[in-house]
């Protein structure tokens, strides 16, 4: 058992990529930890009973202005929020959050705020920089107006599993064996292992010289991006070719990211407008206050295999809800309708142990696949990246377990209640209405639902389009499941 060390720190964002990863880190080294998030459902349940007796879930949202009280004093808070895939206003977003964070910290008594902030270009200020990066070094004021100390680390290119940067690359180079791309793969960055980013977010609080300070971070090494390209290719064993060409503008860059991996448009164009700048660190100061050792960009690589290999990744970008459709108000209120839908309902017996039906539910999607028609969910993935959707790249966190809030392929969970053996699903693909999949064991029996509340006249002519295609597919799939159905047995 760890021994508190008396200090109560915030961590806002705490169910984020970096969040979670930060309490888990902050948890062994003794702190009290005060997590808020938007919704206490989609903390890790393993994470939070590690932690019982040191951690206290707050569920606030910095975009409102009813924010709870604390009364207790809070010695350190980080700030771990953006919103730069939610859409074109994030920058708005961002500084009204900031605003309400700051209000709302002071009356803890704070004593030192630490913000997570981007690398910014030399002899490049105000409007030349892109949205992205405006956002937030206009964070970054607000933050430092508000009276508290405050610690800013500036980090470029974060490597490790489950990063929104690795997980383009990983989707770039695990796809394409030629890679027609833009010029934004000759900039330089200087990227950083997550494990040396958490290293600096706790050390900046166990050290009192780093109040009031900024740091740049970064790893050892200076790359361009086609260089990470090519070394991430080198490591996995993989030829590739890159071939660089000027004609692409912002826009087409965006549309392409969207559609080879990942991410969204939104995401994908802020990223691609800060691809476009050098982001390497001015100095390297924080090396000699918080010295450790500096993972290689390999090694960061070798790193995150390593996890995804023991399916230990704790925390992916594209579990975000920002990443899909749903908003954090949703994800409680979201109910399965009734009236005005469509539905195909079925039940079949249970053929196995009923954990093993449960375990079978559990590993739909992502690498594992779907147990009926695999290719047509991929097709249609397909089809929804080609308009603008999310598609399937997003895959799923873990291969054996889900958790409110967790992305899977183009679905979002909506509730995943092992013990019962339900789980349902709301569709994040682009539809002329809306989608749910449900499953539920009663019994000796499994039940499997399919609704869909059409959007007009157009949402009612789709579902009847694919109506022969549900035929085939949902009798198959709920027999397969009722049988213990495990995907891919290597996996």
């Known amino acids: 058992m760890v021994e508190l060390n008396g200090k109560t720190v915030m961590v806002t964002g705490a169910n984020g990529y970096i969040g979670t990863r930060l309490i888990h880190a902050l948890g062994e080294r003794g702190y009290r930890i005060l997590a808020v998030v938007r919704n206490r459902k989609r903390l890790n349940k393993d994470l939070v009973k590690s932690l019982a007796g040191r951690l206290v879930i707050i569920e606030a949202d910095f975009s409102s202005y009813q924010l709870p009280e604390i009364s207790e004093k809070v010695d350190a808070a980080y700030y771990l929020l953006h919103s730069m895939s939610s859409g074109g206003d994030f920058m708005d977003v961002e500084t009204q959050c900031a605003f309400h964070f700051v209000t709302w910290v002071k009356s803890t008594g704070c004593e030192q705020i630490i913000y997570l902030g981007a690398l910014l270009p030399q002899n490049v200020e105000g409007s030349e920089l892109s949205q992205h990066l405006q956002s937030r070094e206009k964070v970054q004021t607000i933050l430092q107006a508000s009276g508290v100390p405050l610690t800013t680390l500036r980090a470029s290119i974060i490597v490790g599993s489950g990063s929104a940067s690795f997980e383009m690359i990983r989707d770039l180079v695990e796809k394409l064996p030629v890679m027609i791309t833009p010029k934004w793969v000759r900039t330089e960055c200087?990227?950083?292992?997550?494990?040396?980013?958490?290293?600096?977010?706790?050390?900046?609080?166990e050290n009192e010289v780093c109040r009031g300070k900024d740091y740049d971070v970064g790893g050892p090494e200076t790359l361009t991006y086609g260089e990470m390209l090519e070394r991430y290719a080198r490591a996995r064993g993989l030829r590739r070719w890159i071939v660089s060409v000027p004609f692409f503008s912002p826009k087409l860059s965006s549309h392409w990211l969207q559609i080879f991996t990942a991410t969204n448009y939104f995401l994908a164009r802020n990223l691609i407008d800060s691809l476009s700048m050098k982001t390497v660190c001015h100095g390297d100061a924080i090396t000699e206050v918080i010295p450790q050792d500096l993972l290689t960009y390999d090694e960061a690589i070798e790193r995150a295999f390593s996890r995804i290999a023991q399916n230990l990744v704790p925390s992916t970008w594209y579990d975000s809800l920002v990443s899909g459709s749903l908003s954090h108000s949703q994800l409680d209120n979201v109910n399965v309708p009734v009236h005005g839908v469509f539905k195909d309902q079925r039940s079949g017996e249970i053929m196995v142990e009923r954990g093993e039906c449960v375990d079978a539910i559990w590993s739909l999607g992502g690498k594992v696949g779907w147990p009926s028609m695999h290719w047509a969910w991929r097709v249609r993935g397909f089809i929804d990246k080609m308009i603008g959707g999310i598609?399937?790249?997003?895959?799923?966190?873990?291969?054996?377990?889900?958790?409110?809030?967790?992305?899977?392929?183009?679905?979002?969970?909506?509730?995943?209640?092992?013990?019962r053996g339900r789980l349902i699903l709301f569709a994040e693909m682009k539809l002329p209405g809306e989608a749910w999949l449900e499953y539920e064991i009663l019994g000796d029996r499994l039940r499997q639902v399919a609704t869909f509340r059409p959007k007009g006249l157009l949402g009612r002519v789709y579902w009847y389009a694919v109506y022969p295609l549900h035929v085939v597919l949902f009798p198959r799939m709920l027999r397969v499941l009722a049988s213990g159905w495990m995907g891919r047995k290597k996996l």
């Open 190 to 205: 200087q990227p950083i292992a997550i494990r040396n980013i958490i290293y600096y977010l706790v050390g900046v609080i």
């Open 391 to 419: 598609g399937m790249r997003r895959g799923r966190r873990n291969i054996s377990e889900l958790r409110s809030g967790d992305a899977l392929d183009f679905w979002r969970v909506i509730l995943a209640d092992r013990e």
